[in-house]
């Protein structure tokens, strides 16, 4: 999973005018920013995800290298989620990433396969299978409408309290 810090000068003056607000109400204020800023990211891997290339093929053969298989990247669109909100250090965070197993039963996965997995194959690609990064493209590129997203729902939160 993947983990990132944003700084915003605007956030920052929001959080010094939070000593009227009560603890339940600063984690509810940190809820609603954190996970619309999530959202958004999460709504771009989700499309770079849906975009990538896939391989009908499952086999390894010789010198040519295979894109995902249609159950494994479908495995993937289902699992994407956004973990619950909990306390890190002296801030609050959430995580997305990958949970549970494929529909792609092997003799290794009986079960079906990890999407954590094929995930971090997908991303960073092995011996066999070619490179598709999905993750971090996303998150580079949402960045800055995730913080625009926070902001916007701070504020909102902010203004129908005060």
Do not use: C
């Not at 603890?23 to 975009?51: D, H």
């Not at 298989?69 to 801030?91: D, F, V």
């Amino acid at each position: 999973m993947a983990r990132t810090t944003w700084n915003s000068s605007e956030l920052e003056n929001f959080i010094s005018s939070l000593d009227k607000l009560n603890q339940a109400a600063f984690e509810e204020l940190a809820g609603t920013a954190i996970y619309s800023m999530a959202n958004e990211v999460a709504n771009q891997v989700r499309q770079n995800l849906s975009a990538l290339a896939t391989s009908e093929d499952k086999e390894y053969k010789g010198n040519s290298k295979y894109l995902i298989p249609e159950a494994q990247k479908q495995g993937l669109l289902n699992s994407l989620g956004i973990a619950s909100m909990r306390k890190e250090g002296s801030g609050y965070d959430v995580r997305i990433g990958f949970d549970g197993y494929n529909d792609v039963h092997t003799k290794t996965y009986p079960q079906g396969q990890p999407n954590t997995l094929i995930a971090r194959l997908t991303e960073s690609g092995s011996t066999w299978r070619v490179k598709q990064p999905f993750f971090r493209p996303a998150l580079n590129a949402s960045k800055k409408r995730a913080q625009e997203a926070g902001i916007e729902k701070a504020k909102a939160f902010l203004l129908r309290i005060i």
